[in-house]
């Protein structure tokens, strides 16, 4: 019978499009594609059989069957198809042309009908869903993916183990669909092959999961947060990296019990729990008499040759005896899936007796060598030299130069990199579509983008051809120049994807930075190139929340700086890299102060005032987080005078931000709140964040700080949607530091108006992001307003030894910028459980504190607390009145209504105490009468109360 590529019948989909043949319907994510007859004609004689070279008398006769044409006129309706799809802009690639031999459809092609077909989905709690797609058919593993599936869920941690070439990762991406449902959608896909580096398998685990990295050792922080989450995990390709990746597993799996792993591995990873699955070739009819077409066609070794053979172009008309030779040749191959597709694709080069008998000669030659690999996998080294050796000289130049490439790579980074004095764009375009027809370069879309790669055992065996020293290194150059423009033009947009299939191509092209990187500090390497591409690498480091890599290749760089090189532009953008992720990394070490100080001196000396903004606020949050107010509005102030002079929008939000805060901790609260909805004004729209600077969003602190100003200037209501926006904002955005800033002071406005439980919710948010993403600082403001919150509830005397404990840690770091805030609940908590005499001396060192360091916002607080223990102490009522009086006239200079309200409560109590009834109601009621709103606060409410005892 002759066999040929069906044509389809269901829908399929191929990048953004739908195409519905049977409706003569090309969609565009769901919109309707303007397209002429001829067009779609071709377009659905392509697409029913992928990856097909299909000659142009072929398409001709098929487009138009009962009419002759020219060629003219089928390039002419080629051309308005391609331009129809978008084929060759941003990347995209549909359409191959082969000359001499026709047209080829490259994308992948998936069925949209059937109940198997269905795309993942991303569950609402689980952006970061990433599973790849899986192939439209996968031939002979129905079985595998049902046994692992219910393996998997029956001991939560299997390990697909098999030779090279097998089918491990399709098995695996299979069962990830099977299963997919049954976890929500919460699947993540860990493509371990594109990691060399053993210390960054957990970092590369953690940032696909949105986690912020800030230590060296990511892996508490990871198991903290995958503890109690339904997940699973999917590492594929373990076997260079089985030291880092079997550790991690185990503590994964005894640590989270919800977290189920299906690991692929050429070996097993060899620790407690782990279950193998071993993935056997596929079958392949025995060598005896009695085989017929019919029965050689039930084996899936053999249906597996055929499919990909005319998927190649050829046509196949299988008899007893072709069905003896292609049974033949599936044995010799082992049954190995990937070797079986590199020779199926020859039969329509060759034919099918010629590939037999050249593999034949090819596999004999080798085998009369050692046979120190497992019989399988030397069998894959055999097809792939004999593959290798069938390309053309130009094709295996290309695919050389191709392996510099870790993991997926686009049309124009190849057409880039590859691309040299003795290679045009044009002709490494034709050798990349006849790889991929060839099968030796696989192709995957992420939406419009089609993404090529090498198999990772394609890699491995065309890294071992030695090239000449001078082509090695500038190919190396060219893949470092690449991907430093592509940081420089795309990788700032990370603040603004959203899902793990957005983030895909970020973290793909990250690893090749990492690859760039590594070959630049080496012995061959240049180092110079090196510091330009950490230059334009250590900002989306930051911005990605990978701190030790930011930290690290930021150090790495300044230390390859020759004498020349100092005081330039890159050692100032350098210095500003490592002080940033010192400072969050290791709290407020002066190492970070002097790394910052250095970048600002190099951009006083150039004069470029968008540096100096860029540096500045830095510089400030370093010093609010050491507690040195008065030093941090300074800066703040120098700040807002140099962005005033400018027009880019970030760096003028940065200033307001940052000027907002400084003026609210020194307790100008009208000043702050200008500044503060200043920075919250959209203005011009920028495609960058001050993550670049800051490493966290500045807009949604300036919101933050917004909140807890308005309660203050006496709005509890509008303070409350503030914060809330705030957090809602930050965790929209999924970025760790931004939505940990964001919920320390939101918590702060919850506490103030009494909302205990609206506040121990988000405290429990902060700590488990704290604990999750290494955001120590962050971890024990958590837990400080947790022992606040026990204070409050009567645990008096856990929450003191709670807070007691957080100051002592936080004093350590150093990080004091809420060590007054975690003071005033501390002495609340001492007077409590009647230990007045420590509250009242910590609240003298409080008032030392703040006269020293400027966050005289709390000084109001602090003097009515003073006046507060006295009172409790029975001690002098009039010292006790005088310091109730300063906090009242202090208050109401900085217009904080809310702690001119608590104090007035105070007063008013002392009053009536006195018998002064009427004084007392005439001072309580007219700054009662002003909270027009948050009457169910906590201090609102005590005022009612109090007037009404009144009378």
């Not at 692992?148 to 030779?163: H, K, M, P």
Request: hydrophobic share 45%; glycine share 8%.
């Amino acid at each position: 019978m002759t066999i040929t590529a069906s044509r389809a019948k269901d829908g399929l989909s191929f990048g953004p499009f739908c195409l519905a043949a049977g409706e003569r319907l090309l969609t565009r994510e769901g919109a309707p594609v303007e397209l002429g007859s001829r067009a779609l004609e071709i377009l659905i004689v392509l697409t029913s059989a992928p990856n097909e070279v299909v000659s142009k008398k072929d398409l001709m006769s098929r487009v138009w069957p009962d009419v002759v044409v020219e060629e003219g006129s089928l390039r002419f309706h080629m051309t308005g198809l391609r331009k129809a799809l978008g084929d060759g802009k941003d990347g995209a690639r549909y359409i191959a042309t082969l000359p001499g031999r026709g047209y080829c459809f490259v994308a992948p092609v998936s069925r949209s009908s059937g109940p198997h077909d269905k795309a993942p989905f991303i569950a609402a709690g689980f952006p970061h869903a990433n599973l790849p797609n899986r192939l439209s058919r996968m031939v002979g593993r129905d079985e595998d993916v049902l046994k692992l599936s219910a393996q998997l869920n029956a001991s939560r941690f299997v390990t697909i183990v098999g030779a090279g070439g097998v089918g491990k990762t399709t098995v695996a991406i299979a069962v990830g669909h099977h299963l997919i449902d049954a976890f929500y959608g919460a699947v993540l896909f860990v493509d371990l092959g594109m990691i060399g580096d053993p210390g960054l398998v957990t970092t590369a685990v953690a940032s696909m999961l949105g986690l912020a990295v800030q230590t060296e050792d990511a892996t508490p922080n990871l198991i903290a947060y995958l503890r109690n989450k339904r997940i699973l995990l999917i590492l594929d390709t373990c076997e260079h990296l089985l030291d880092a990746v079997a550790p991690l597993a185990a503590s994964i799996v005894g640590a989270a019990s919800q977290v189920h792993i299906l690991a692929t591995s050429r070996e097993a990873l060899r620790v407690d729990g782990e279950h193998i699955y071993r993935l056997n070739a596929l079958a392949y009819p025995p060598d005896g008499p009695g085989l017929t077409a019919a029965i050689v066609q039930t084996f899936p070794a053999t249906q597996l040759f055929v499919e990909r053979a005319v998927a190649g172009g050829a046509r196949l008309d299988v008899g007893d005896a072709e069905a003896l030779l292609i049974a033949s040749i599936c044995r010799k191959l082992d049954g190995v899936a990937l070797s079986i597709e590199l020779a199926a694709r020859r039969v329509e080069s060759y034919g099918l007796q010629q590939t037999a008998a050249l593999l034949d000669q090819r596999l004999t030659l080798l085998w009369l060598g050692s046979r120190i690999a497992p019989p399988r996998q030397q069998t894959l080294q055999a097809t792939l030299d004999w593959s290798f050796g069938l390309l053309t000289d130009l094709e295996r130049v290309v695919l050389r130069r191709l392996a510099v490439f870790v993991g997926h790579f686009t049309l124009d980074a190849a057409l880039e990199v590859v691309t040299s004095a003795t290679l045009d764009r044009s002709t490494v375009l034709g050798a990349v579509d006849s790889l991929v027809a060839k099968s030796m370069v696989a192709t995957r879309p992420v939406g419009a983008m089609i993404r090529y790669r090498l198999l990772d055992t394609t890699r491995a065996y065309v890294l071992e051809i030695r090239i000449d020293d001078a082509e090695a290194a500038d190919l190396a150059v060219r893949h470092a120049a690449y991907f430093r423009r592509w940081l420089e033009q795309t990788g700032m947009e990370w603040p603004r994807l959203a899902t793990g299939e957005e983030r895909a191509p970020h973290f793909a092209a990250i690893n090749n930075v990492r690859a760039a990187l590594q070959w630049c500090f080496s012995d061959r390497g240049n180092a110079d190139i090196g510091i330009g591409l950490v230059t334009a690498a250590a900002p989306v480091f930051l911005a990605m929340s990978l701190l030790p890599e930011c930290h690290h290749w930021s150090e790495r760089a300044i230390l390859a700086f020759d004498t020349s090189a100092l005081g330039g532009l890159d050692e100032m953008h350098l210095q500003a890299t490592l002080g940033v992720s010192f400072m969050f990394m290791r709290g407020g070490r002066q190492r970070a102060r002097v790394a910052l100080e250095r970048s600002l001196a190099i951009a006083e000396e150039r004069g470029d005032p968008l540096d100096r903004v860029r540096l500045l606020g830095p510089l400030n949050m370093f010093h609010l987080r050491t507690g040195n107010f008065v030093t941090a509005l300074e800066f703040a102030r120098r700040c807002s005078a140099t962005a005033a002079g400018l027009e880019d929008s970030v760096a003028i939000a940065l200033a307001h931000s940052i000027l907002g805060i400084s003026l609210h901790l020194r307790g100008d609260l009208a000043e702050a709140r200008a500044e503060l909805e200043a920075a919250l004004d959209r203005g011009p729209r920028s495609q960058r964040t001050t993550t670049i600077y800051l490493g966290f969003e500045g807009k949604i602190l300036a919101r933050a700080i917004l909140a807890r100003n308005l309660w203050l200037q006496g709005h509890p209501d509008q303070a409350a949607t503030h914060a809330r926006q705030a957090v809602d904002e930050a965790a929209a955005m999924d970025h760790s530091l931004t939505l940990a800033i964001a919920l320390i002071w939101a918590i702060s406005v919850f506490l103030w108006t009494g909302d205990l439980k609206s506040a121990d919710a988000y405290i429990d948010m902060l700590i488990a992001r704290a604990e999750s993403h290494s955001m120590t600082p962050y971890l024990l403001v958590g837990r400080g307003y947790k022992s606040e919150v026990a204070i409050r509830q009567g645990d008096a005397k856990g929450g003191v030894e709670g807070l007691q404990t957080c100051l002592q840690k936080l004093h350590a770091a150093p990080y004091e910028l809420l060590t007054t805030p975690l003071n005033l609940s501390l002495v609340r908590g001492l007077s409590t459980i009647g230990q007045v005499d420590e509250a009242t001396a910590l609240i003298d060192e409080s008032l030392g504190l703040v006269e020293k360091n400027g966050d005289q916002l709390y000084l109001p607080e602090l003097l009515r607390m003073k006046g507060s223990l006295l009172l409790q102490s029975q001690r002098d009522r009039d010292e006790a009145a005088a310091y109730l009086m300063e906090a009242l006239e202090l208050s109401r200079s900085q217009g904080a209504r809310a702690w001119e309200l608590r104090t007035v409560i105070d007063m008013t109590t002392l009053m009536a105490g006195r018998g002064e009834i009427n004084a007392a109601r005439e001072l309580l009621q007219p700054v009662a009468a002003y909270f027009a709103e948050g009457l169910s606060t906590a201090d609102v409410m005590a005022a009612k109360h109090l007037l009404t005892t009144l009378g």
